[in-house]
């Protein structure tokens, strides 16, 4: 008997690392994912069995156009926060610290099960 999975979206997905450690266990499965970055699209696919990379601004994506969904993944651009990059937080004069609240709408939007936000320090 197959088992039903719990659904993911993978957000800022880059080459996939998050979603290949939540599909590793074999209690998830992605059914969206998205970057804005177009040369991460030929690694994830490659490393990708099922749903392929939306690549696209998240600004753009309405919540009405993401499947269904239990758990929101999503590895935010760690520039405007990192030790490593300029730390202007929310004022990034690129926008990228403001990205969260994309996040943050997609989550009320769609009230996931639940969700996981990575950051590098």
């Not at 939540?22 to 699209?41: L, Q, R, S, Y």
């Not at 998240?58 to 405007?80: E, M, N, V």
């Not at 030790?83 to 004022?91: D, K, L, M, S, V």
């Not at 926008?95 to 994309?102: K, Y």
């Given at each position: 008997?197959?088992?039903?999975?719990?659904?993911?979206?993978?957000?800022?997905?880059?080459?996939g690392?998050?979603?290949?450690?939540?599909e590793?266990?074999?209690?998830?499965?992605?059914?969206?994912?998205?970057?804005?970055?177009?040369a991460?699209?030929?690694?994830?696919?490659?490393?990708?069995?099922?749903?392929?990379?939306?690549?696209?601004?998240?600004?753009?994506?309405?919540?009405?156009?993401?499947?269904?969904?239990?758990?929101?993944?999503?590895?935010?651009?760690?520039q405007?926060?990192s030790?490593?990059?300029?730390?202007?937080?929310?004022?990034?004069?690129?926008?990228?610290?403001?990205?969260?609240?994309?996040?943050?709408?997609?989550?009320?939007?769609?009230?996931?099960?639940?969700?996981?936000?990575?950051?590098?320090?």
């Amino acid at each position: 008997m197959k088992q039903n999975k719990l659904k993911t979206i993978d957000l800022f997905a880059g080459i996939g690392g998050i979603r290949k450690g939540f599909e590793a266990t074999g209690i998830f499965e992605t059914v969206f994912a998205n970057d804005f970055e177009p040369a991460c699209k030929a690694t994830y696919d490659l490393n990708s069995m099922g749903v392929k990379l939306t690549v696209d601004d998240i600004r753009k994506i309405k919540s009405t156009d993401i499947p269904k969904y239990d758990f929101l993944l999503a590895g935010f651009p760690c520039q405007a926060f990192s030790i490593a990059g300029y730390r202007h937080g929310f004022n990034d004069i690129k926008g990228r610290g403001n990205l969260f609240f994309e996040i943050a709408r997609i989550i009320k939007d769609t009230q996931p099960m639940g969700f996981l936000l990575e950051n590098v320090k």
